[in-house]
């Protein structure tokens, strides 16, 4: 049986870091934030630990947002508050949480929710013929639950590590992982690493 892949959603300076412009409701000394940053940084060492392959994924968008189809709420936002601009610091990963240079770590770069959609993600993710998809990221009611739920449409079985994952809305985060508990394994990364193992 081939490894599981790890998906690990927008852990960016703009969603996650104090100064960024999107933060996801979490400040600075918000205890859900530095749960979230703890579970994220052992979800990552992990997937290293077992040699699994770990795809980044970052959002990002050019300066002028001529690739940013605002049919959405939340894309107008984005546009509006001049966050994930490609080049900017806040679409680089939160340094914690960033990619190492390794043959088993990628960078894919999507610029709708479904981070499968318009992306490389499932040509890449398909060349390791995995045998689980282990997902994780910001924010949960978002693009984890989007991304979920292709993964699942494309035949993937998927296990999603819900302490490494938030919303702004505690209540949306809840309510998203009891939706995808209908076509996912809600897990938690300590739990997930062993089982998938």
């Not at 979230?36 to 300066?63: C, M, T």
């Not at 340094?95 to 240079?101: G, V």
């Amino acid at each position: 049986m081939n490894a599981p892949v790890v998906i690990a959603l927008h852990y960016q300076n703009d969603v996650l870091h104090p100064e960024g412009k999107i933060r996801v409701g979490l400040g600075t000394d918000d205890s859900v934030r530095a749960g979230l940053l703890d579970a994220a940084g052992r979800l990552l060492a992990g997937a290293r630990a077992k040699g699994w392959p770990i795809v980044h994924v970052r959002v990002a968008f050019r300066a002028d947002y001529a690739d940013l189809i605002q049919n959405a709420p939340i894309l107008r936002s984005v546009a509006s508050i001049g966050a994930a601009q490609e080049g900017s610091w806040g679409a680089e990963f939160l340094s914690a949480l960033a990619p190492l240079d390794s043959r088993r770590e990628f960078v894919v770069t999507h610029n709708r929710i479904n981070a499968f959609y318009g992306s490389p993600l499932e040509t890449l993710v398909r060349q390791f013929n995995p045998s689980h998809l282990l997902i994780a990221g910001v924010a949960t009611h978002s693009v984890v639950e989007s991304t979920v739920r292709h993964a699942v449409d494309c035949g993937f079985e998927v296990t999603v590590a819900a302490d490494a994952c938030a919303s702004a809305d505690s209540g949306a985060h809840a309510a998203s992982l009891a939706s995808m508990a209908l076509i996912a394994r809600i897990s938690h990364v300590n739990e997930a690493l062993e089982d998938l193992a």
